[in-house]
């Protein structure tokens, strides 16, 4: 399959799960939320103003996209996805949740490491119209965010 990535791609996921920090990579490991062997969760780098908590939830191995994914990663992701979205309703009290998830260029994908977006959404949240405004927040305030959802997750599980 025809990857994306540039040449010399350095993934800033597999990073991230890898446990390296980078000067590339703008998530750090107080970001992560969940973790198992499968697959790894954690509050994006860049958030939108009114919808923080953006929880990224990727395969612990890399894939670039929907078309190079194992169907049991696929599972175990959903899976994942769903427990992140009843954290979030507890931590945040939501309206509701996104799930989102983007393949090659034209599909929106910027990070070339099959990933999906679970967002917290309140009512007129106009996060769509909006979706340029997402901005990189700083990764003190992306760990009190991680932790709430931590603390959501015991909470539940």
Same mark, same amino acid.
């Given at each position: @399959?025809?990857?994306?990535?540039?040449?010399?791609?350095?993934? +800033?996921?597999?990073?991230?799960?890898?446990?390296?920090?980078? *000067?590339?990579?703008?998530?750090?490991?107080?970001?992560?939320?969940?973790?198992?062997?499968? &697959?790894?969760?954690?509050?994006?780098?860049?958030?939108?103003?009114?919808?923080?908590?953006?929880?990224?939830?990727? +395969?612990?191995?890399?894939? *670039?996209?929907?078309?190079?994914?194992?169907?049991?990663?696929?599972?175990?992701?959903?899976?994942?996805?769903?427990?992140?979205?009843?954290?979030?309703?507890?931590?945040?009290?939501? !309206?509701?949740?996104?799930?989102?998830?983007?393949? *090659?260029?034209?599909?929106?994908?910027? &990070?070339?490491?099959?990933? &999906?977006? &679970?967002?917290? #959404?309140?009512?007129?949240?106009?996060?769509?119209?909006?979706? *340029?405004? #997402?901005?990189? @927040?700083?990764?003190?305030?992306?760990?009190?965010?991680?932790?709430?959802?931590? !603390?959501?997750?015991?909470?539940?599980?």
């Amino acid at each position: @399959m025809y990857s994306h990535a540039p040449e010399n791609y350095i993934c +800033p996921f597999c990073l991230l799960v890898q446990g390296i920090e980078n *000067e590339k990579v703008y998530s750090v490991q107080s970001d992560i939320v969940f973790k198992d062997k499968s &697959v790894t969760a954690f509050i994006g780098s860049h958030q939108w103003p009114r919808n923080h908590g953006n929880t990224i939830i990727v +395969p612990n191995e890399h894939f *670039e996209n929907i078309f190079d994914l194992p169907e049991h990663y696929s599972q175990e992701i959903h899976r994942v996805a769903r427990i992140i979205s009843f954290a979030m309703k507890d931590a945040y009290s939501c !309206d509701g949740i996104s799930i989102r998830q983007h393949n *090659e260029p034209a599909g929106y994908q910027d &990070v070339w490491h099959y990933h &999906v977006h &679970v967002t917290p #959404r309140y009512k007129d949240d106009r996060l769509y119209p909006t979706y *340029e405004d #997402r901005a990189l @927040m700083q990764a003190s305030e992306r760990s009190e965010h991680a932790q709430k959802l931590r !603390d959501a997750l015991i909470r539940l599980l």
